[in-house]
């Protein structure tokens, strides 16, 4: 079966410092998402991107963060100063179109020191 | 926008038994209900999904009940097994016309014994 696939598995920062987040959605999918899920907590929508732009974003995806598809294939998430509670797995997922399947890569667990 | 509780939190059952996992939504506009299995370490995984023309679908041990008009959902498996065990999130989505967000519930911890 197709992945997403996420880089790096784990990332440790300290607090203020710049991360980017990798992701390989799956090739011919054309909606991608940010997710994260705190420790112990449900998953929380992030962001949803579609043909080159934000579709939607939550509260939680404020000044700090932004997304990129650099190129044809990788989807990017940078959180510009890390906060502690910025700490969290933070998943990718994409879809072929409306009325797909929503495909979750195996996540990034982000420390913030 | 759409608050998604879900019921119970953990849940144990001996294998064999039934379980069964509860969720309730509240935008009237939700049309999509997946359920996702999430193992340690990994992302959550679609095992089944409903959407909202249809009352019931069943997946050989797993099925998934929707009450539109209640706007509650549940998750049913049967003949557990001790591979069954992970973290459960069922989840409302508004389908049509974008492709929108996924809101979840807060999932539920189901334990196999064997």
């Known amino acids: 079966e197709p992945e997403v696939t996420q880089t790096p598995s784990h990332q440790v920062t300290q607090m203020g410092q710049e991360v980017i987040l990798r992701c390989v959605p799956i090739?011919?999918?054309?909606?991608f998402y940010w997710y994260r899920q705190i420790l112990g907590q449900k998953v929380e929508f992030l962001v949803s991107f579609y043909n080159n732009e934000i579709s939607e974003k939550s509260e939680i995806f404020d000044d700090q963060f932004s997304v990129e598809r650099p190129d044809g294939s990788n989807f990017t998430l940078k959180i510009r100063s890390t906060k502690l509670e910025d700490s969290a797995m933070y998943f990718c997922a994409s879809i072929t179109g409306e009325g797909e399947k929503l495909f979750f890569g195996s996540g990034t667990q982000l420390s913030v020191l | 926008g759409e608050n998604v509780e879900q019921h119970p939190s953990t849940l144990s059952v001996q294998e064999g038994d039934s379980a069964v996992i509860k969720c309730t939504y509240s935008d009237s506009a939700s049309n999509y209900f997946p359920w996702y299995k999430q193992e340690l370490g990994k992302g959550p995984q679609l095992i089944i999904d409903i959407r909202s023309n249809v009352g019931e679908k069943k997946d050989q041990r797993i099925a998934v009940t929707l009450n539109k008009t209640a706007k509650h959902f549940s998750l049913h498996i049967t003949e557990t097994q001790p591979e069954d065990s992970a973290v459960y999130f069922c989840?409302?989505?508004?389908?049509?016309?974008?492709?929108?967000?996924?809101?979840f519930g807060d999932g539920t911890t189901l334990t196999v014994k064997p």
């Open positions: 090739s011919n999918h054309l909606y």
């Open positions: 989840a409302a989505k508004v389908e049509w016309p974008n492709a929108g967000k996924s809101t």
